[in-house]
C-alpha cells in the first residue's frame, strides 16, 4: 500500500524567507504526486501535481515541488514565503483508482 | 463551474438525533469520496464510490454511517443516530478517471451536543 510522511507537523518561517515543506512517499508503482492547500475554514485546494514528465513542477502562488525518485521525495518549495501563504499543506500519492493516500499535513506559519 | 457543492455548510444536533449531509459533485466526473477531518486523527477517508457504486468503505466507522449515490449528481452521508465523538468537518471530493486530482467542497462543521 502507499503511504506519504510529511516531516515536521508545524513549520514556522519570516515573511520574504525560503518555505521548503518536506513530503515522502512509499509506492509500489510509479507514483502520481500533489501537494493540497487549506485554509482556515476552507476545504482542500489543489497546488500542484506530478504525472510523467518534467520532475520540476510549477503550482499556485509561486509554490513548486520536485519529484526525486532516487530519495521517493517531492518537496514543496516557495523561493518567498508571504502571509497570505499561512495555511496546512497537504501532500498525496495515488493508491488505485482514483483514490489519494493523504499525509498528516504541515501547518505553515508566516512571521511579519 | 460551480465546483463540488455541499449543505448545510454547518449543522448543530444533539445526541442521537439523525444527521443527513448532502453532497453535488462537479458535472461529469465519475468518482466521489466523503472525507472527515479532525484535529486528533487529521484527514480521514470514509468511503468513495465509482459511477454510483460504492467501492471502498473501510473507512465508515460503524453502523450508525452510511452513504448512498441515488445518481451522478447528488450523494448523502447519514449519521444515525448520532454522537458526540461524530462532530468534525466532513468534506465531499470528486474527481474524474485518468485525471486523479480530487476537487473538494467547502465541508460541513457537524457539531453534535
Known amino acids: 500500500a502507499q503511504s506519504v510522511t510529511q516531516l515536521g507537523s508545524h513549520v514556522s518561517v519570516s515573511e520574504g524567507a525560503l518555505v521548503l515543506l518536506r513530503c515522502n512517499y512509499s509506492?509500489?508503482?510509479?507514483?502520481?504526486l500533489f501537494w493540497y492547500v487549506q485554509y482556515p475554514n476552507q476545504g482542500l485546494q489543489l497546488l500542484l501535481k506530478?504525472?510523467?514528465?518534467?520532475?520540476l513542477v510549477k503550482g499556485i502562488n509561486g509554490f513548486e515541488a520536485e519529484f526525486k525518485k532516487s530519495e521517493t521525495s517531492f518537496h514543496l518549495t516557495k523561493p518567498s514565503a508571504h502571509m497570505s501563504d499561512a495555511a496546512e499543506y497537504f501532500c498525496?500519492?495515488?493508491?488505485?483508482?482514483?483514490?489519494?493516500?493523504f499525509g498528516a499535513g504541515t501547518i505553515l506559519r508566516v512571521k511579519s | 463551474d460551480a465546483g463540488v457543492i455541499q449543505s448545510p455548510r454547518h449543522e448543530v444536533t444533539e445526541m442521537g438525533q439523525e444527521v443527513t449531509l448532502r453532497c453535488k459533485p462537479i458535472?461529469?466526473?465519475?468518482?466521489l469520496f466523503w472525507y472527515r477531518q479532525t484535529m486528533m486523527r487529521g484527514l480521514e477517508l470514509l468511503i468513495y464510490?465509482?459511477?454510483?457504486?460504492?467501492?471502498?468503505d473501510s473507512g465508515m466507522p460503524e453502523d450508525r454511517f452510511s452513504a448512498k449515490m441515488p445518481n451522478a449528481s447528488f450523494s448523502t452521508l447519514k449519521i444515525q443516530p448520532s454522537e458526540p465523538r461524530d462532530s468534525a468537518v466532513y468534506f465531499c471530493?470528486?474527481?474524474?478517471?485518468?485525471?486523479?486530482?480530487?476537487?473538494f467542497g467547502p465541508g460541513t462543521r457537524l457539531t453534535v451536543t
Open positions: 471530493a470528486s474527481s474524474l478517471w485518468g485525471s486523479y486530482e480530487q476537487y
Open positions: 509506492s509500489s508503482v510509479p507514483p502520481y
Open positions: 464510490f465509482n459511477n454510483n457504486v460504492p467501492i471502498d
Open positions: 506530478y504525472t510523467t514528465g518534467a520532475t
Open positions: 458535472s461529469g466526473h465519475d468518482y
Open positions: 498525496a500519492v495515488v493508491e488505485y483508482g482514483n483514490k489519494l493516500v
